[in-house]
């Protein structure tokens, strides 16, 4: 619905030509130093390149603390977030403190009825657990904001352990320790560690006091890198920036993945998804088996997708990767009817000035409403809204944004202008949830749009698809795109995007919807495909792609991914 603006991202020859002579391809040397690679030290993708887990603030006193507790008997209790990071994570906690000793289990809130974090709810589940009533409890992918709950926690006697990596709020809660990359003071120079990044580093720190205690020899214990496929996927699940480090988290998971060391769960996960372990790339985790685990925390109940991940019952799994496939396959279809939806609401918003979008039904089913947004924020390139009823006069919403509009800084603007009409709010700049008094909606739209313009001084936002200029024609092939495949891309690194001018010989609709293309490009002949794009084209293109592979009756060939086309300018 909105065209975008293509751009070719600033090149880096220095960089590029360092690369290439240490040895790297010289297509993914020029990728890799646009997107800030500066030589070899930047891709250390071995174990030995990880940061130690010592920079991280209470490693430490935490990892203490959990020996110190695993030696006494003490009961843990994990308690995980509803999401991809948050189930990856819980896994990675109860794996690992189980292998060295723990008397563990855990414990997932329901989003619809208790809410995020460790809330005082939660800890009153948390008393009546089916294995008693435990001694400490551990947060994974939540905690940091969760001041009340620690207090009921501790009034409960209970202590607290806060892992996560969320951004804290102007109080911190009164855990014993919290190991967050992001709390004040945290100098641990990667602050983009996802929630299962942040407990596999205190694993890592647990393992090392008990290497010191003697209870295991020097380089003896579980072997931690056996979790690595779990860290892969809650990292990639959860769109955290691939920086150097996460890429190595990654590539560590992916490579035992492609090796077949992977867990049960996960194994299962790959084949109800139809996709091949062995060739398994950040896309798969991202697109096919992270939304599966999701879906439960939507639907129904996170502990399926958990419980997939901890199980080392190949059957089990299977069952229960079924169950989730199914899970998925339910939401795939009540977030397109609330798509429909929305985008018949929305007919006419093209000639009303709103810099944002908002949209609302009582019918709405709350664990997708985030989906509608983002759906629709691609579409229309502007911060979206979708709310759903969740209870007397009451309405949850969840936001996604663009790059110009801190999402959360407008809700807080709101906030200030419109007293009492949110009750509550939270999020960064790109997603926010919300809660709002349905009675203030239509007043709510309006402070929201105006918000938006007061402060990026603009009612209309364009989107840009940066590229990485012509794909040389001698990569152009199936082979290179084997390779691109075999990298780990994702947010803050993103896939390589490529714009060349094509003449199209052939063009027809699949399934009434995505574009079948047969593009010329000099001698050389492409199949690519737009998906989701049913108007055709004009004979000659500019075109924004991705180079893929096609199988086909066991052949591979190369195909090309159109993001955008529009007319080549003579």
């Known amino acids: 619905m909105v065209t975008p603006k293509l ?3 600033p090149s880096n020859p220095p960089a590029t030509e360092a690369l290439v002579a240490a040895g790297v391809h010289p297509l993914l040397a020029r990728l890799w130093a646009a997107r800030g690679v500066q030589g070899l030290n930047d891709i250390g993708q071995q174990w030995a390149h990880l940061i130690p887990p010592q920079n991280l603030t209470h490693v430490d006193e935490a990892a203490n603390w959990l020996a110190d507790a695993i030696a006494a008997g003490q009961k843990m209790l994990v308690v995980a977030d509803y999401d991809c990071d948050g189930a990856t994570a819980c896994a990675v906690a109860v794996r690992a403190l189980r292998s060295m000793g723990a008397h563990v289990d855990y414990l997932v809130p329901n989003r619809f009825e208790t ?4 809330s005082p709810e939660v800890v009153a589940l948390a008393t009546r657990h089916r294995n008693g009533k435990p001694d400490l409890l551990i947060t994974v992918d939540n905690g940091i904001a969760s001041v009340d709950g620690v207090e009921a926690a501790l009034a409960e006697g209970i202590e607290v352990l806060v892992t996560d990596h969320h951004l804290p709020g102007d109080v911190l809660p009164r855990a014993r320790a919290i190991v967050n990359p992001n709390q004040p003071g945290c100098g641990f120079p990667s602050k983009n560690l996802a929630g299962v990044g942040v407990i596999f580093y205190l694993m890592l720190a647990l393992r090392a006091v008990l290497r010191q205690r003697g209870v295991y020899p020097a380089n003896g214990g579980p072997r931690l890198d056996n979790l690595a496929d779990l860290v892969a996927l809650g990292t990639v699940a959860d769109v955290v920036k691939l920086d150097g480090n996460n890429r ?11 090796k077949g060391a992977l867990h049960a769960g996960l194994r299962a996960l790959f084949a109800v998804a139809g996709r091949n372990p062995a060739q398994a790339n950040a896309f798969d985790l991202g697109f096919a088996i992270g939304p599966r685990i999701n879906a439960a925390g939507r639907l129904a109940d996170m502990s399926l997708g958990i419980e997939c991940l901890i199980t080392d019952d190949e059957n089990h799994a299977l069952q229960l990767a079924r169950e989730l496939d199914h899970i998925n396959q339910q939401r795939r279809g009540i977030e397109s009817t609330m798509q429909d939806q ?21 019918d709405w089913h709350q664990g997708v409403v985030g989906l509608v947004a983002s759906r629709l924020k691609e579409a229309w390139w502007r911060p979206t809204l979708a709310f759903a009823r969740s209870g007397d006069d009451e309405l949850r919403g969840s936001g996604r944004s663009i790059p110009d509009v801190h999402l959360r800084d407008v809700l807080d603007l709101v906030s200030k202008r419109l007293p009492g009409a949110i009750l509550k709010f939270g999020g960064h700049a790109m997603a926010a949830g919300l809660t709002l008094r349905e009675s203030a909606y239509e007043h709510f739209q309006t402070a929201f749009d105006e918000a938006v313009k007061t402060l990026t001084g603009k009612s209309h936002f364009e989107p840009v698809i940066e590229t990485d200029g012509s794909l040389e024609s001698g990569y152009a092939n199936a082979e290179v795109a084997g390779l691109l495949l075999q990298q780990v891309w994702g947010a803050g690194f993103p896939a390589p995007v490529f714009r060349d001018t094509f003449r199209v010989a052939h063009q027809r609709l699949l399934k009434d919807k995505h574009l079948k293309l047969s593009l010329e490009r000099g001698h050389q002949r492409f199949d690519a495909i737009w998906f989701n794009h049913p108007q055709t084209l004009p004979e000659t293109i500019d075109a924004a792609y991705r180079l893929d592979q096609n199988v086909w009756n066991g052949m591979i060939s190369a195909q090309l991914i159109i993001e955008y086309a529009g007319p080549a300018e003579c």
């Open 7 to 9: 751009v070719t991202r």
């Open 115 to 118: 809410g995020y974090g460790l």
């Open 248 to 258: 190595l988290l990654v590539t560590q998971g992916l490579q035992k993945m492609r």
């Open 342 to 362: 929305a985008l018949a609401s929305l007919e006419g918003i093209e000639a009303a000035d709103r810099a944002s979008v908002c949209v609302y039904h009582p």
